[in-house]
């Protein structure tokens, strides 16, 4: 098994990203899939650049799968599944959103760049020139209030 799981793509190493570091719990000829602590990647057999057994030794005990080492070619789609706990309710299966960023913090630093600069003012904090203050609120219920401001130090 172990000679079908050598480089199968062409691209070369030194252009992909670092190995991904997991366990290999299932291998057929047209996909792989790997678990790492989140979840489980499934990649297609033709993105698999390289798959490289990892020392046992540094891999953790009790996990299923071989540890191994697998490189993806850049451009490559994967699914990616997660274990979770499902308690019944009165309503249908769902996922809670994810919390997001404030919004507008990166724009207000941004603006607050371009209006310190406008005036010749230091835009870094601490040092006596433009600053941007943000302030958010979040309550279980969905509603995201905020609010933002530039400053002279």
Do not use: K, N
Request: hydrophobic share 35%.
């Amino acid at each position: 098994m172990t000679g079908a799981l050598h480089r199968t793509g062409s691209a070369t190493l030194a252009s992909t990203s670092p190995p991904l570091p997991g366990y290999l719990v299932a291998a057929t000829e047209r996909s792989i899939s790997v678990r790492v602590g989140d979840g489980t990647w499934t990649l297609d057999r033709t993105d698999v650049l390289d798959i490289v057994e990892r020392d046992a030794a540094s891999a953790q005990s009790g996990c299923e799968g071989r540890p191994v080492l697998v490189r993806v070619r850049s451009g490559a789609t994967a699914d990616f599944t997660q274990r979770r706990r499902v308690e019944v309710t009165d309503r249908p299966l769902t996922l809670a959103p994810e919390q997001s960023p404030a919004r507008g913090d990166d724009e207000l630093a941004r603006q607050t760049e371009i209006w310190a600069r406008g005036l010749e003012l230091t835009a870094g904090p601490g040092v006596g020139g433009a600053t941007m203050t943000c302030c958010q609120t979040r309550s279980q219920h969905g509603s995201d209030d905020g609010i933002a401001c530039d400053s002279l130090d």
